[in-house]
C-alpha cells in the first residue's frame, strides 16, 4: 500500500519563506513522478510544480523563479521550496504520487499554507 505524507505547512508573513515535503513509501520512489497541487477555498484545484523520474521539472508560470521543486530518491522525499511567498500563495497543497509503470495515483491528506501579515 503506498502511502503520501506531505509536512512544513504553516503561516508565514508576506515575502517569507516555506518549505514543504512529500514521503512516499510502500513501493520503488524512483518510479513515481511527483507533483504538488493547491487548492484555495472556492477555487478549483490547480498544479504548482511537478518533477518526473529521474528529474525534469515544471512549474506552473506565478511561480517560476520562487518556488523549486527537489527530489531525494534515497530519502524516498520531495521537497517544494517557496519563496517570497504571497497571499495568493494561501492554500491547501497536496502531494500526487503518480506511478510511470502503472500511472496508478496516490495522493496525500494535504497541509494548510498561510500567507497573511
Known amino acids: 500500500q503506498v502511502q503520501v505524507v506531505e509536512s512544513g505547512g504553516g503561516l508565514v508573513q508576506p515575502g517569507g519563506s516555506l518549505r514543504l515535503s512529500c514521503v512516499v513509501n510502500?513501493?520503488?520512489?524512483?518510479?513515481?513522478?511527483i507533483t504538488w497541487y493547491r487548492q484555495a477555498p472556492g477555487k478549483q484545484r490547480e498544479l504548482v510544480a511537478g518533477?518526473?523520474?529521474?528529474?525534469?521539472?515544471n512549474y506552473r508560470n506565478s511561480v517560476k523563479g520562487r518556488f523549486t521543486i527537489s527530489r531525494d530518491n534515497a530519502k524516498n522525499t520531495v521537497g517544494l521550496q517557496m519563496n517570497s511567498l504571497e497571499p495568493e500563495d494561501t492554500a491547501v497543497y497536496y502531494c500526487?504520487?503518480?506511478?510511470?509503470?502503472?500511472?496508478?495515483?496516490?495522493w496525500g491528506q494535504g497541509t494548510q499554507v498561510t500567507v497573511s501579515s
Open positions: 510502500g513501493d520503488t520512489f524512483d518510479t513515481y513522478a
Open positions: 500526487n504520487a503518480r506511478s510511470i509503470i502503472s500511472y496508478d495515483n496516490y
Open positions: 518533477i518526473g523520474s529521474p528529474g525534469a521539472t
